[in-house]
């Protein structure tokens, strides 16, 4: 891991899927970390449920850290345990109406990619189904007690996001028709090539093809700022799983096909150094321009969080793969759709105000800190 610090490798090593102390540095593993201030970030993260489970028999941590750090772990397991009850509940309804639905990271990878309830936090409920379904899912829901998020208007979701939003007051469910947005146009058939049928929790359940799971995640992490770091140890859980099964040619050919291949190969060689993820070595050999800048950016979100999320996103659209690209989506953070301005500021659908939103934006984008 060059150019990081001790007490970076530390926590970044503490929270991989799997640490081995054979990894560490033996004669400074331990040495010269402030440990209170690592599990503060850790749950800031969402990893503290990962350094649990990879120190708790190390005798590492105060007694008091370690027994928050398993406060955690136990947190997210009866948190998951309610989201997996849920999500079993909701596939089950689709499939009874004919609907081919795939659940999409949470809980589905805490059991499948992680086979641990307590270490992946599950923000909400994500389901990914065919867009000419999604009238009817609606219906579904509504039928059992879901209503939509208000204040969010519907009609700016389907222009302009890749997913509606319903809760029933206990759980929140994100219901997907595509993967990607705003920077990558990728068709939503795209993601229902190769999908294969897994069993899990005693039913049938769909699965993403390992490299479309690969780029969606690429692609989240993308979109959500490079933080928090569980999104990160995510991609690596999967790469990990399914580590025989990856075509990478195949993945790096979708990736060119739609884009995304710049990104793809930085977050590769992030993965790589931050959480030892192993990539293939002609992989890890491209050079990307402006690496080592972009990951020090990304580190200080890590450590330090996440402010002024639009202005970073500028930064990053420089993990774009060409000019024309970085250009379009600069100018779309500048001057976006009538419905993404409504979407990012709250608005109703056709407010008159929009115009004076537009003005105003670029000088948001600046000063907004979320």
């Not at 795939?102 to 909400?124: M, N, R, T």
């Amino acid at each position: 891991m060059p150019n990081l610090t001790l007490f970076e490798k530390q926590f970044f090593q503490f929270s991989r899927c799997h640490f081995n102390i054979e990894d560490g540095e033996k004669d400074q593993v331990f040495d010269d970390c402030d440990l209170v201030v690592l599990s503060t970030i850790a749950h800031q993260n969402g990893v503290a449920g990962f350094i649990y489970q990879n120190t708790k028999g190390l005798d590492i941590f105060s007694e008091q850290i370690q027994q928050e750090l398993q406060a955690a772990y136990h947190h997210t397991i009866f948190r998951n345990l309610d989201q997996l009850a849920e999500t079993i509940k909701i596939l089950k309804l689709l499939s009874a109406n004919q609907i081919n639905a795939i659940p999409l990271k949470g809980v589905f990878a805490s059991e499948l990619i992680f086979h641990d309830l307590g270490v992946y936090p599950s923000g909400d409920i994500d389901i990914l189904v065919h867009p000419d379904d999604l009238s009817l899912v609606k219906r579904i829901l509504i039928d059992i007690g879901y209503t939509s998020v208000k204040g969010i208007q519907e009609e700016d979701l389907l222009a302009n996001h890749y997913h509606l939003m319903f809760h029933d007051n206990r759980h929140l469910l994100e219901v997907h028709w595509n993967l990607t947005k705003r920077y990558f146009e990728v068709p939503a058939d795209f993601w229902w090539h190769n999908v294969r049928t897994v069993r899990w929790r005693d039913m049938d359940v769909i699965e993403l093809a390992p490299e479309k799971y690969i780029l969606y995640t690429i692609f989240r992490l993308y979109d959500h700022c490079f933080y928090p770091l569980r999104f990160f140890v995510l991609i690596s859980g999967i790469i990990d799983t399914y580590s025989k099964e990856i075509y990478w040619d195949t993945l790096l050919a979708n990736s060119k096909k739609y884009k995304m291949r710049r990104l793809t190969l930085f977050t590769f060689k992030l993965l790589h150094e931050l959480l030892g993820t192993q990539i293939p070595d002609h992989i890890l050999q491209t050079k990307i321009m402006g690496y080592g800048a972009l990951k020090k950016i990304i580190l200080s979100g890590i450590f330090k969080g996440v402010i002024r999320q639009h202005l970073r996103m500028m930064l990053y659209t420089s993990l774009l793969d060409g000019p024309i690209d970085i250009s379009k989506a600069l100018l779309g953070r500048l001057f976006p759709k009538k419905g993404e301005l409504c979407f990012r500021y709250n608005l109703p659908h056709g407010s008159s105000k929009i115009w004076l939103y537009y003005a105003i934006n670029p000088i948001m984008l600046f000063f907004k800190k979320r």
